[in-house]
């Protein structure tokens, strides 16, 4: 708080320079000199606050309905914020005032004022929705809503839903090109289209889907690289026995020009600051749950290094200097931190319980954390699942939910008020749906 404090005093100085009346040569001489003065010490201040700041990494904690804000200069927890019911994906906007949660249970986003760490509003979506994303200007907010195959748009000034727009089946990755001018939607397929994946490619301008590319089975996420060239859509394969994958998407021409085999289920994809990576959170198929992170050298998209994390990995994300990624660990309730020079884990972070997703805000200062909202977690089910080996959460989910579709045509469309539980809780395991890909490692945990 040092530094805002001299820097305000050095702005009370400078306008009283600046409003005060020179009548000779020699004084406005010398008012000129001093305006110089101020002008470099506000520099000099501002490069020192810039210099002194750091990040923070926010993390949805399904269980414990709640986010936990890491500082990450010190990877310590600084703050935790209550939000909606099984809080899922997380997106935090340009300038980084806001983080948008999306609330699996609740059927809402809750909208963080990140100086503040409190909800300031929440806005209602479509059912079920899984993952967020921001546009590169601020103003809007795209949600996937898995049950009834829509994106919801949110005006951010009104925090107002102002479109919906259909989709292909099961919707769950979203990502924004950096231009702000398409919009990538994965869809997983579903058991009715034997969980055949494709990307739905929105025309931010019209708010219309204006190409479907065929990606691999059951589509779960996606990640643009930062120069808009390319899309890598994560492919969780495992459910058909074969290999999950990334597919590589050229953007000018909307076609898969590349497939790049990973292991086992893949959880979550983020391309580094620079566009030379690509690291995705995977998780074997053993009862230790054994997590790991791919990295992926995009020049050549072989899979290059390995990195072992906590069990199973699901949200990941690049710090925004390219230095660190943070993964979390959704059975082992903690995020990783692996420095990006050497490849290795150099943290730890213990978080709330079953955490699900993370998002970076942009350079601030972390003082802000002082005025934080701490709540208790504590787990308060435990539901039997029954065999789920080799079968990834959105996978079920999707089977699940498209039975009840076949059973019920009328029950997506139903309101979202009043009691829903009772339907949202019919789906295995603790209940994370969709973009919660740490599901299956989670009852893997819960049933040992």
Same mark, same amino acid.
């Given at each position: ?20 009346? %020179? ?63 099984h ?7 340009? @300038? ?56 919801s748009?949110? @005006?951010?000034?009104?925090d107002?839903?102002? %479109? ?12 924004v ?48 690289s ?25 953007i ?29 959170s ?58 990006? %020079? ?13 955490p699900?997703?993370? %998002?970076?805000?942009?350079?601030? @200062?972390?003082?802000v ?13 435990d ?32 309101s ?31 049933n040992?």
């Amino acid at each position: 708080m040092k530094n805002k404090i001299i820097f305000t005093i050095h702005i009370a100085i400078f306008s009283s320079l600046l409003s005060s009346v %020179a009548t000779s040569n020699k004084v406005y001489k010398q008012r000129n000199i001093m305006k110089v003065s101020g002008i470099t010490a506000l520099a000099i201040l501002i490069l020192m606050g810039v210099a002194g700041a750091a990040p923070f990494a926010y993390v949805t904690n399904s269980d414990s309905n709640n986010i936990s804000v890491i500082d990450t200069a010190t990877n310590k927890v600084t703050a935790t914020v209550d939000v909606g019911y099984h809080p899922a994906g997380i997106a935090v906007n340009p @300038d980084g005032t806001k983080a948008y949660v999306v609330n699996s249970y609740d059927d809402t986003v809750s909208v963080i004022n990140t100086t503040k760490n409190k909800v300031i509003a929440t806005v209602k979506v479509g059912t079920y929705p899984q993952k967020i994303a921001v546009s590169p200007d601020g103003k809007k907010v795209y949600v996937t809503s898995f049950s009834n195959n829509t994106v919801s748009i949110i @005006d951010t000034e009104t925090d107002k839903v102002t %479109a919906t727009v259909p989709v292909g089946n099961f919707p769950s990755g979203v990502a924004v090109s950096p231009d702000g001018k398409k919009v990538y939607v994965t869809n997983s397929g579903g058991d009715s289209t034997n969980f055949t994946g494709t990307v739905s490619v929105i025309d931010a301008t019209t708010n219309t889907v204006v190409a479907t590319i065929p990606t691999g089975n059951n589509s779960l996420g996606v990640a643009v690289s930062p120069d808009g060239t390319k899309a890598y859509v994560m492919n969780s394969n495992i459910y058909r026995d074969s290999t999950a994958t990334i597919s590589v998407i050229d953007i000018s021409t909307n076609e898969v020009t590349d497939t790049v085999s990973i292991g086992d289920i893949p959880c979550g994809v983020a391309v580094s600051p620079d566009g030379k990576k690509v690291y995705v959170s995977i998780q074997y198929l053993s009862n230790s749950l054994t997590g790991a992170v791919n990295i992926i050298d995009t020049s050549t998209n072989k899979v290059t290094a390995t990195v072992p994390v906590g069990k199973a990995p699901c949200g990941i994300i690049v710090t925004p200097d390219g230095t660190k990624v943070y993964v979390v660990n959704c059975a082992s309730h903690t995020v990783s931190v692996i420095g990006t %020079a050497t490849s290795r884990v150099t943290d730890t972070v213990k978080v709330g319980i079953y955490p699900a997703k993370v %998002a970076i805000g942009h350079f601030m @200062d972390s003082d802000v954390t002082d005025q934080s909202i701490t709540t208790n977690s504590t787990v308060t089910e435990d539901i039997e699942v029954g065999n789920t080996a080799n079968i990834s959460s959105e996978e079920i989910n999707a089977v699940e939910l498209n039975n009840s579709k076949n059973n019920d045509s009328d029950s997506d469309n139903n309101s979202s008020d009043g009691n829903e539980s009772s339907n949202n809780n019919s789906t295995p395991g603790f209940g994370l749906l969709g973009g919660l890909a740490c599901l299956y490692g989670g009852w893997r945990l819960r049933n040992k």
